[in-house]
Structure formats: structure tokens, C-alpha cells
């Protein structure tokens, strides 16, 4: 599978995982529910142009990039949490903890990706 496409779906699995993710904090109550929250939409809308618009570019790369960085910080941040524990043994604990092993990741191997990508691009 060429790596374009391989980073495009990881991408997108990335973005719908964390949705899952930020919905489940709100959910939980970690989050507060309000219009700070949108703040998740306008992130969402540029990643998913980068993925989907600018890919095989370099601004295209760079914002997939980011975002990945993101998303792989965010199960190093919940793990790093003092409730943790406690969110795990809870009712819905297993999909909290699945999202962020998932999230992880994902956003890792993309991150992986756009490097690669970048690197083909310099050398070309």
C-alpha cells in the first residue's frame, strides 16, 4: 500500500479516535461541557484538510505532523493522571483506555508517516 494512502487512513483513524476521546472526557466530566469544547472543531477541520486536501505537500506533512504530535501526547497526559486508576475500574473504563492505547498509536504511526514524507520531499 503506497505510504500516502497508509498515512491518510491512519490519519483519519486518528481524528475519529480522539473525538471519541474528547466526547468520553465530557462525558466523564473531565472536560466541562461548554463552548470551549469547539475549539476541538476548528483542529478537526484543519487536520482533516491536511489529510485530505493538501496531502503529498509539505504544509500538508507538517500540519499532519502536529497533529499527530497531539495525539500522541494525549495518553502520556491522562496516564500521567492521579485518577487514572480510578477512570479504568469505572463503567466505560475498558473504551477510555482502549481510545488512548488507540489513539496513541495512531498518531504515533502517522507521525512516522508525515516524517517520511517530508523526507522524500527534501530529497526530491
Known amino acids: 500500500m503506497k505510504q500516502t494512502v497508509t498515512l491518510t487512513i ?15 472526557d465530557i462525558v466523564r466530566g473531565m472536560e466541562p461541557a461548554g463552548l470551549s469544547n469547539l475549539t476541538m472543531v476548528p483542529i478537526l477541520v484543519v487536520w482533516l484538510y491536511a489529510t485530505l486536501v493538501l496531502a503529498e505537500r509539505r504544509s500538508g506533512y507538517v500540519i499532519l505532523l502536529l497533529g499527530s504530535l497531539l495525539g500522541a ?13 480510578e477512570i479504568a475500574a469505572s463503567s466505560g473504563g475498558f ?30
Open 10 to 24: 491512519t490519519s483519519l483513524l486518528t481524528m475519529l479516535l480522539a473525538s471519541f476521546h474528547v466526547t468520553d
Open 73 to 85: 501526547a494525549v495518553p502520556v497526559l491522562h496516564f500521567k493522571g492521579k485518577h487514572i486508576t
Open 95 to 124: 473504551f477510555f483506555i482502549w481510545t488512548l492505547f488507540a489513539v496513541g498509536v495512531t498518531a504515533l504511526f502517522s507521525l512516522i508517516l508525515s516524517v517520511q514524507g517530508l523526507w522524500r520531499l527534501r530529497r526530491r
